[in-house]
Every structure is written in C-alpha cells, then in structure tokens.
C-alpha cells in the first residue's frame, strides 16, 4: 500500500521555525521527485518546494524563496521542508506529494498525495 505520511506540524509564532518530514512507504522512494504544497481557507493548493528524484535540483514558490529549503534523505525515504521566519501568510495545510518525473513544480504531475499537516502561524 502506497503512503506518504507527513508530520511536523503544529502552532508556532511569528518568526519562528518548523519541520516538515513526509515518509514514503510502498513506492521506490528514489524514483520519485517530491513537493510541498500548500493550501489555505478559501484559497487553491498551491506549489511550495520541489526536489529531484536525484536531490540535485530544488525549486521554491517566490514567497518562500530564501525561508524555506526542501531536503530528502534517501535512506530513510523520507523528505524534510525546513521552514524559517515563518509569517501569519504561512498558516495553512501541508501536502507532501510524489512525482513519477525526475523533477516537477506543476501539481498535475504529482500523483501520490500525503493528508496533510497543519501549519498555523500566529502573531
């Protein structure tokens, strides 16, 4: 059976920083690119980061560019979205996902999907 299970969520301040980790189980982890995405009340999933199958290239949506970096340990099948100066902006549900492409940012090329973690940033 096919899962990606994330953890690391929870209430934090203004400012402060947080861990995503999503682990695989049941796929062959290193044939896959992984993402976060995001999603908020009302509002579209939305992209976050994405690493390689590889792990040699990673992509950032603009407003987490420089505050947020996405890792994968092979070993463990599992990938990290360390999230730094974390804003109320960040407050939201997230989704780590699996791609069968050696890398991608579009959500249509993702086809495994975690249940999701909330994050709430609070002033």
């Known amino acids: 059976q096919v899962q990606l299970v994330e953890s690391g969520g929870g209430l934090v301040q203004a400012g402060d920083s947080l861990t995503l980790s999503c682990t695989m189980s049941?796929?062959?982890?290193?044939?896959?690119?992984m993402g976060w995405f995001r999603q908020a009340p009302g509002k579209e999933r939305e992209f976050v980061a994405a690493?390689?199958?590889?792990?040699?290239?990673?992509d950032y949506s603009d407003s987490v560019k420089g505050r947020f970096t996405i890792s994968r340990d092979n070993a463990k099948n599992t990938d990290y979205l360390q999230m730094n100066s974390l804003i109320l902006e960040d407050t939201a549900v997230y989704f780590c996902?699996?791609?069968?492409?050696?890398?991608?940012?579009?959500?249509?090329?993702?086809?495994?999907w975690g249940r999701g973690t909330q994050v709430t940033v609070s002033s």
């Open positions: 049941g796929l062959t982890f290193t044939n896959y690119a």
């Open positions: 690493i390689s199958a590889s792990g040699n290239r990673t």
């Open positions: 996902a699996a791609s069968p492409f050696a890398h991608a940012t579009h959500i249509l090329r993702y086809d495994r």
